[in-house]
């Protein structure tokens, strides 16, 4: 028997569910819309019937699999209670307790378990990824915002509440750019692909630059894609939004050692794409701001999850993880 | 028998030595000078015989005792290793394993174990005094420095080196006051003792205040009591300076939640004993830049262990820790 297990990542618009193996390998996949009518028990049953049809698809293909448990990757999923707790971006409002709910109807499974985005990603880094035998280690992911997961000791920091790990949200800079969450000067409104954007506007106005690549574009077209696209064509303006993004970036990940000395950061999301143009700014940054007791100690690495099943992945490996135990 | 466990504690000047009990009392201490002649070897030796003689004393009172184990709390002092690794203030160069030292001359004790002082008092705190129960709190000492001990599901976090926790060195403001480290901006150049200093005279060159109570007290001679003293008679300035102390104090807690969401925040050191002066700014700073999902849901509390003893019985809790393993 094949041993797997089923990642879910519910997103704003969609569910994503795929059957993943032990080394990672997404097997089959579906998606659904995650609905806007707010009925739970609904979402639940129409989730169920597409993770059966997902489970005999595979079959036909390998009727030879043993499905471990189900791991699902939630905005304000808490691993503790199970549930999802007053999700911004999601109609079921309150708490609305999935995993127990989705264990009426899978009962026999080994383990049924929710976290957030970033902390599934860091167990998927753990369990597949780059982090294979890391006991200590943090994941950052970066898009529209700034996620993070911490490791300890080799297990998820979840703190007292189940919800650790919002290093997106701390202070970088005392009252600087204001963040989405109506906070100032977070980690997030300078190092997101929106905060990139942010930064390459700054820069135009700053040396009214007229001649750069990214001069033509409307503040609401930019993305973190032209800018890398203009730096790769050496244009200035680009260049130096990733070398102040890095030097961000580097400062919050100095905070990041300063509090819990890990043997690695991980970084995943779009604009690590780009690459050393990201990565070395960030570690010479970081660098700069550490104790001399943690300089050279601490590897800034991408991400060994691929981009597009990351969210699945991570959350099947929730599955993994609480097996272990 | 009544079980006990030997705290000692290294400072630059000197080594107290205390034996404790499972409630966290001293039952004898003792101190000798920590030497500046370097070398390492003679100083076991004398500690071992000081540490023999208080066995000894003990003895003497109540012959019904046995001894656990040794908990070493030490500047630089790495758990994993049981080294005290470069510590810029002994004079022992280099790398000196204490734990390996002082385990040939007690070979049969069950624990010898060593870490740095906050994360000592931190275990302190966890087994005697405030945060007994607690799986996830933070411990902050305020003094000379500001240090910093967490508890993340139950258990000190070291890091991957040994050398986690040293949130007082986090940046708190970019480009900020020069640190005692050479960094710029961290949380201890405005929360420490001197920090308030700093702060103190800050505000009576802002002010120009001349009719303050610090006004006639020399940069040298001022010091964190004398502006609790001030405060105590109404005096704006040293008020002030316990606001604005607590405003950054609270900004680094707010962080500090972020990453870790722990059930409490503990406070030790000199500052703390000004009570509501310092505690309630700091909490209304935390709550102002908290993320709503953790709004009203962390406590600051000052540490339960007793000022002059604290040193010594966060030491010796760290032999009832690693019993516990």
Known sequence: MKKVSIGIDIGGTNTAIGIV??????????????????????YISDLSIAINSLVE??????????ILGIGIGAPSGNYYSGAIEHAANLSFKGIVNIVKFLRTHFPD?????????????AVGEMIYGGAKGMKNFVMYTLGTGVGSGMVVNGDVVYGHDGFAGECGHTTLVPDGRPCGCGG?????????????????????????????????????????????DAAMKGDKIALEV??????????GFSDTVHYLSPEAIFLFGGPTAAGDLIFKPTKASMEKYLLPMYKDKVKIL????KPGDAAIVGASAMVWKELEK
Chains 1, 2 share one sequence.
């Open 21 to 42: 193996d032990q080394d990672g390998n997404v097997m089959v996949k579906d998606s659904i819309a995650t609905p806007d009518h707010g009925d739970f028990k609904r």
């Open 57 to 66: 698809k595979l079959k036909i293909i390998n009727s030879e699999i043993e």
């Open 184 to 228: 100032l000067g977070h980690l997030e409104a300078y190092c997101s692909a929106s905060g990139m954007k942010r930064t390459a506007f700054e820069l135009l106005l700053k040396y009214n630059a007229n001649d750069s690549l990214l001069a033509d574009k409307s503040y609401k077209e930019l993305d973190s894609k032209m800018i890398y």
């Open 109 to 121: 499974l080994g383990a049924i378990v929710l976290t957030n985005d970033a902390n599934a990603a």
């Open 302 to 305: 991408p991400s060994e999850l």
């Open 242 to 251: 990733f070398e102040k993004t890095g030097d961000w970036l580097g400062l």
